[in-house]
């Protein structure tokens, strides 16, 4: 027999035998655990056969406590945040160390030699600076000489807005202003009291200017030539002396804002405004210094209560919030920092000549606001009209029993908060411009063009503007249209319901304001069909428009409203310059393109926000809200979105986390 037969009987004897063998290994495993190990010892491996052990299926691990478990991810997480705390602080350090220069960074640049000394002209034969020192800093600046000039007078809101929006490439840009700082205005009662710091409030306008490759010219502006497109600009030199040059312009911003309205009221020069970052720290100083010298064993007891009583005239939201901080300060600092006689004979006023603070807003907001001052017992004069500041007191007229009467409040200080009136050079440019009949504002039409001047060269954007909503004076001339183009005479015209509507799309187009009151065409129709002949004749179409006329407002002078009006402008300013490729400096003569390449100018009122006492109330148009810190949180994360530069939202965020570690700033300098 050979032995490979041999062989294959063999194994196939002995398969069905180690097959045995290992079903009882198999029952032997379920009986007896422990013995498995054995077992599988005695079974020979040359049958590639393969058991896992049981023993680690049947002992179960015994879990973490919660305990060692949250201690694991509490050092987890606290050893990743320790590390990239340290990378980010080793990154800092690193990108500080790339800041300093130790090579000097200047080099030769060509600079015009009428930059240097330029040629004079004009009505007053003054230099006209047609060429900038800084024209040829860079290649961007360089390519922008040969650009329309866009000139704009202000650093305000929406001067900042229109900076921001306009396409850095269009026009060869020259800001003129005598701050070279942007302020975030909303925020400023805070300043006067030192919750926030007056830097963390401003943004140089040079940073702002670098966007676009324009110019800076810290001046100001003094008066406009319209025919010959220069502006008068004014500033002292090293020595002193007022000097006076002209600036060229294609294309003229006016944002230069407002000064305060005094009302004809005497004595205001007893009084602080808040309008500026020197307002601010005029009134932080004031309000300190009358605070330590009611600290002097020298300060009789009525000195003391007249230097601790603080007058606000104007309940409107800057004088407002003002007092609001004022509570603050008085309630949260001075305990730990003054004698608390202090604290006890400090009194706020509010002087108001309306039945309400806050007017403006929803009525159920402004009585949330009076009833919060009741609160805090800050006192509320309303239907109050002020009649004289003096040194050392203020005289206001309220009417008791029918009868004018007047009274007066002791004060040591008294900030003066309501209303606006127009800038010099506004002032001087109203006068210049026949078509000029506003006393408070520039007027200027729905595409913010200056009414008076050259179609489509000036414009006029913020507080120092107005948009003139005259529908009733250009009724004439759409009636004429309409009929020019049904071939009839305007008063035998009769517009039927569908030629009503395009009358409508018309007035919308030219005065965006309207839309609101042009919603329902077929009620109105209705309406002023009086003799229900089906049509609206010549007298009735009239009367219609003549009340929508009667219907719009003025446009209010708050940074939200200059904030669009300079979006707008920008982006309206890069549409013209797309229309027109190939044009040169001082080539632009090409009529007007308003209208041709945008929509008019329509404001959309977002909402009005203020500050009450560690609370904050919104007016939203038909949606208000009031309340205590968490409304607060929310008015801040508001203006802190609407901030100009990461810069500034850092350093709010530090002033409020100080205010909160440390309390307020109670140093005057």
Not at 383 to 395: G, I
Not at 561 to 583: D, F, N, V
Request: net charge neutral; hydrophobic share 40%; glycine share 6%.
């Amino acid at each position: 027999m050979s032995a490979a037969l041999l062989r294959s009987r063999v194994a196939s004897v002995s398969l069905p035998v180690q097959h045995g063998r290992l079903r009882a290994i198999h029952a032997a495993s379920r009986r007896r655990p422990v013995a498995v190990t054995r077992c599988l010892s005695r079974c020979p491996p040359s049958y590639g056969v393969r058991l896992q052990s049981s023993v680690s299926e049947g002992v179960e691990k015994k879990p973490r406590s919660r305990a060692v478990t949250w201690m694991y991810t509490f050092f987890a997480y606290s050893g990743f945040f320790i590390f990239m705390s340290g990378a980010v602080v080793v990154a800092f350090f690193v990108y500080d160390a790339t800041t300093y220069r130790e090579d000097p960074s200047a080099e030769d640049i060509p600079v015009s030699e009428l930059a240097l000394n330029p040629r004079r002209g004009g009505p007053k034969d003054l230099p006209i600076a047609e060429f900038l020192v800084g024209d040829h800093d860079s290649e961007q600046m360089a390519a922008q000489t040969e650009k329309p000039r866009l000139v704009i007078l202000g650093t305000g809101w929406g001067s900042v807005a229109l900076l921001k929006t306009l396409n850095p490439d269009d026009y060869h840009v020259t800001v003129v202003s005598p701050t070279n700082y942007f302020l975030f205005t909303p925020m400023l009662p805070s300043a006067t009291v030192g919750t926030l710091g007056l830097r963390s409030l401003v943004e140089p306008v040079r940073r702002i200017v670098q966007r676009v490759h324009g110019h800076f010219l810290k001046a100001e502006a003094v008066d406009v030539e319209f025919s010959e497109k220069l502006v008068e600009v004014s500033q002292l030199d090293a020595s002193g002396n007022r000097q006076n040059f002209y600036l060229p312009y294609d294309k003229l911003v006016i944002g230069v804002g407002c000064v305060t309205n005094p009302h004809g009221v005497k004595g205001l020069e007893h009084c602080n405004f808040l309008k500026t970052i020197d307002d601010a720290r005029q009134i932080k100083n004031k309000v300190l210094e009358n605070m330590e010298i009611a600290c002097l064993p020298t300060t009789s007891d009525e000195e003391r209560k007249r230097l601790l009583s603080f007058v606000v005239c104007g309940g409107g939201p800057t004088g407002v919030e003002f007092a609001a901080e004022l509570f603050d300060l008085l309630n949260e600092d001075l305990l730990h920092s003054f004698p608390k006689i202090v604290r006890n004979e400090i009194s706020v006023h509010i002087i108001q000549s309306r039945g309400h603070i806050l007017n403006t807003y929803d009525e159920a907001l402004s009585k949330y606001a009076e009833a919060r001052f009741a609160r805090d017992h800050v006192e509320v004069l309303t239907n109050a009209r002020v009649k004289e500041v003096q040194a050392d007191k203020v005289l206001f007229e309220q009417t008791e029993n029918g009868q004018p009467v007047v009274k007066e409040i002791p004060m040591g200080f008294c900030l003066w908060s309501t209303g606006v009136s127009r800038a010099a050079i506004c002032k001087k440019l109203s006068d210049k411009l026949e078509a000029q009949n506003n006393k408070h504002a520039l007027e200027t039409d729905s595409h913010l063009r200056l009414i008076g001047a050259p179609l489509g060269d000036v414009y006029a954007i913020g507080d120092c503007s107005t948009v003139q909503n005259n529908v009733k004076e250009h009724i004439v001339s759409f009636l004429r249209t309409i009929a020019w183009e049904k071939g009839k005479d305007p008063e035998k015209v009769h517009l039927t319901f569908s030629e009503w509507r395009e009358v409508a799309n018309r007035v919308r187009k030219r005065f965006p304001q309207a839309s609101n009151h042009l919603r329902r065409l077929d009620r109105l129709f209705e309406l002023y069909d009086i003799d229900h002949s089906g049509t609206l004749d010549y007298g009735e179409l009239y009367e219609l428009l003549h009340q929508i006329d009667t219907k719009l407002t003025s446009l209010p002078a708050t940074a939200q409203r200059a904030h669009q009006q300079g979006e707008y402008l920008g982006r309206k300013l890069s549409k013209i310059a797309a229309a027109l490729p190939g044009y040169r400096a001082n080539q632009i003569d090409y009529g007007d393109l308003d209208e041709t390449v945008y929509k008019a100018f329509k404001y959309r009122h977002l909402g009005s926000l203020a500050y009450i006492s560690n609370a904050a109330i919104f007016d939203f148009g038909g949606l208000n809200f009031s309340g205590g810190v968490l409304a607060m949180y929310l008015w801040r994360s508001v203006y802190f979105a609407q901030s100009v530069s990461f810069r500034t939202r850092c350093m709010l965020a530090m002033d409020w986390a100080k205010r909160a570690l440390f309390g307020r700033d109670l140093m005057s300098f």
